[in-house]
């Protein structure tokens, strides 16, 4: 039997979860399919989010033939067997997965049949196709970037396999309790496939162990979830809490500079599973709680988070010890946070004024006459590419956001610069006045 996540393909537009962007209503592929005006495209993204699914819902809702490849593992002869079927029966639309793979000898015979129209290429790819996909093929297609699934999207396919008798679960009457569902949505991290493949196996797990009485309620609990998913369920709850606490938990002892602690909860965030959130927490954490004060271990910690999110775990747990430890250890500034929410501050409560003419754009016809950058001082053509002039609106001219702690050298020199720049802000536009 194959895969629930393949069953529940959707068979024409409306049944696509997500990417309402994209299929909605009036959106851009809708109307490409409802006009009968098809052409080539790459849509790109994360994995499990949607691309084979609009392949596939597209096919569905024009009848054509649909056909689906690897560019990287399946050869040129499948191609020409799919360019015969074009030839033969008309429109193939091809999905053509993992198109930044593509080779040239592959693409130089793709390329005419596009132009023809023989054959619509939907490639699908999780690399950015303006820099990963040759100019020949991106010239030929749109392109369209899909977003990440939110909890609410994953809801509705989850319930829509659960309900559907013919291609889903519908006939195993599952109830699915709701820190279950919460704990495989959290699990999924908006990769659909996987989300519903792990409820697939959560249900025929327990339909097998509990007999095959289809007609009473079979009940997936969250302890039957984490186990069918292998992640740890007191990590979760219904409500999200106990993950939002340990991340909490997790930042919290960094900024405390608890070594210890800060690798006890990401040990406990590694055995969830989640490498998602602990990538974009750490990336917060270096800049709101390191900051000025070290301004390399942010970037030490930038290049953990790629690296740990190109290998995946397991062996992601090493860089992310690497950039737990130096954070933990590192000296702590929260200057720049505070230094631009303060300024926010003032934007959202303060009359904040015009911006000073001499600042204004004077990049077109007519600039000179409303006075607009015409006493624009250069700083470049000064000593030192400095030169005191006004910068900020006449109502906010006095304001000082940035108050650095000093806590490092780097920091302290960054504070003796800005004190330094501000006083002879201040004792050259006093002069000029």
Request: net charge neutral.
């Amino acid at each position: 039997m194959k895969p629930l996540a393949y069953r529940m393909r959707p068979k024409d537009l409306s049944e696509v979860v997500g990417q309402q962007h994209l299929v909605g209503p009036g959106k851009i592929i809708r109307r490409m399919v409802e006009a009968k005006l098809l052409s080539s495209m790459i849509l790109y993204g994360p994995p499990g989010i949607g691309k084979t699914s609009i392949a596939s819902a597209i096919a569905g809702s024009t009848k054509y033939a649909f056909r689906i490849l690897n560019a990287a593992t399946d050869t040129k002869k499948d191609l020409q067997q799919v360019a015969l079927e074009a030839k033969m029966s008309g429109t193939v639309i091809l999905l053509l997965d993992e198109i930044h793979r593509l080779d040239k000898t592959k693409q130089d015979f793709l390329l005419p049949l596009l132009e023809s129209g023989q054959i619509v290429l939907i490639g699908a790819t999780t690399e950015n196709p303006y820099i990963s996909i040759s100019p020949a093929i991106r010239s030929r297609c749109q392109i369209f970037e899909l977003h990440p699934l939110s909890a609410s999207d994953a809801q509705i396919a989850i319930q829509n396999a659960l309900k559907d008798s013919d291609r889903g679960l519908g006939k195993y009457h599952v109830q699915l309790n709701s820190d279950a569902e919460q704990l495989l949505i959290e699990k999924g991290n908006g990769d659909l496939r996987a989300t519903l493949n792990a409820l697939e196996l959560a249900v025929l797990s327990t339909y097998a162990e509990n007999g095959k009485d289809t007609q009473n309620k079979l009940v997936i609990t969250q302890e039957i979830m984490a186990d069918s998913i292998q992640v740890k369920s007191q990590n979760f709850d219904a409500n999200g809490d106990g993950h939002y606490d340990l991340v909490s938990a997790f930042q919290k002892s960094i900024r405390g500079s608890d070594t210890d602690a800060a690798l006890h909860y990401l040990a406990r965030l590694i055995e969830s599973g989640d490498l998602i959130s602990i990538c974009r927490r750490l990336l917060v954490i270096a800049y709101e709680d390191i900051g000025l004060a070290n301004p390399a271990a942010c970037q030490h910690t930038a290049l953990a988070v790629w690296t740990a999110q190109q290998i995946g775990l397991p062996e992601a747990r090493i860089p992310l010890s690497n950039a737990v430890i130096e954070l933990a250890l590192s000296p702590k500034s929260n200057s720049a946070i505070s230094a631009v929410d303060t300024a926010l501050d003032v934007v959202r409560n303060k009359k904040i004024g015009s911006i000073p003419n001499h600042l204004k754009d004077s990049h077109y016809s007519g600039a000179n006459k409303l006075g607009h950058g015409t006493d624009y001082l250069y700083p470049h053509n000064y000593t030192n590419d400095w030169i005191p002039q006004q910068y900020l609106p006449n109502s906010l001219i006095h304001d000082s956001y940035f108050n650095p702690k000093g806590n490092s050298k780097i920091e302290s020199a960054l504070k003796n610069q800005y004190k330094k720049l501000k006083v002879l802000q201040e004792k050259g536009l006093n002069n000029r006045r």
